[in-house]
């Protein structure tokens, strides 16, 4: 193992809270010896605390405000990116099924995303009411290139970040907290001059602190915070504060703590709408989304099908259809899954697996029907989700 890969695996586990209750303390070393031994190499993710957590109580009411990143961190991950035309597929695709907010790329990264933003401006192809999301790192020059991009729109989301976790700032960055958060709050100051110099377009602001599952919550919270400021947010002006999982590392229900503690230290909590991003790599990504709706996000980002780096993003659609099966209407149309489905495996060249949850749901409620009611109530059985 390398000293960085070791230095990371200790970073990791620090995410900043002890068994003391101080947020921002250290764990003790790892054990050097006994190299076999999965305690010596791991260590369980440390808790929250927050013994008066209010979440395991709640139930999810409504539906989040869905953003779907398909045409960004899907497409990143796929062997062979998606064609122009192939986008502008999928674009449409996620329209019908009822994205309002619909992240599009990093057009400040590469031409090909410039000119995919440029051409969904030109052509008239963003209806009033959907709101397209370019990411960008908290960097002068990126920034300058993403509002170059976005000339022209009705309404857009400028999606800032930078990286906040203890392993970065160190190894990658070799920065101290105070220095990590200047960068986040220039980057800040230079999105909220550029938007005032193009008041023509309606601009959303949203900040992600990269990596947040394994930075310190309470720093977390002071970036966060300074963005806002810094962005001048009022709860009649809102912004978005996304909250990535950016590589899962715990149990859901840490997850939820994470996110309630967050929205109850946060001051003049109105002023943002807490968003998820989750990912899938203990496989638990659904899982962590629904209980940190639980635990007090407004707002969910994710894929179709799970489509993402690694083990994927969060699955919209499960997500969206557990909500249907617990009667909250989601606002998001999967009625047609197998031409969505169609239009999914052609662009992304991926294969939804025949296990998927959402390849058989409204059988098994259907089935549960027959067995236990007569043929008519089968038939009342809406069987939305159903491949064929
Ligand atoms: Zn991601």
Known sequence: ???????????????????????????PPLNANGADNPQSKYRAFPPVPLPDRQWPDKQIAQAPLWCSVDLRDGNQAL?????????????????????????????????????????????????????????????????????????????????LYNSTNPAQRRIVFGLSRDEIKAIAVRGAALVRQLADENPQTQW??????????????????????????????????????????????????IHADQIEWFCRHLKERERAIISLHTHNDRGTGVAATELALMAGAQRVEGTLFGNGERTGNLDIVTVALNLLTQGVEPNLDFSDLPRIREVYERCTRMAVTPRHPARCRGRIPCLCHEQQH???RLSSCPGRGCWS
Request: aromatic share 6%.
């Open 374 to 376: 007569s043929h008519q």
């Open 204 to 253: 959303v602001f949203q900040y992600s602190p990269e990596s947040f599952v394994l930075t310190e919550l309470d720093y977390s919270l002071e970036v966060c915070e300074a963005v806002a400021d810094a962005w001048r947010a009022t709860p009649q002006n809102r912004i978005v504060l996304n909250l990535p999982t950016t590589v899962e590392s715990s149990t859901p229900n």
């Open 1 to 27: 193992m390398s000293t960085i890969v070791e230095e990371k695996t200790k970073e990791a586990v620090m995410n900043g809270v002890a068994k003391n209750g101080k947020v921002g303390a250290q764990l």
């Open 79 to 159: 062997a062979i990116p998606m064609s122009v035309e192939e986008k502008l597929e999928m674009f449409d695709l996620l329209m019908g099924i009822g994205f309002k907010e619909i992240e599009i790329g990093f057009p400040s990264a590469s031409q090909i995303e410039f000119d995919f933003c440029r051409r969904l401006i030109e052509e008239n192809r963003i209806p009033a009411d959907v709101t397209v999301q370019v990411l960008v790192q908290a960097r002068e020059e990126l920034i300058r290139r993403s509002f170059e991009a976005l000339q022209g729109a009705q309404r857009a989301v400028v999606h």
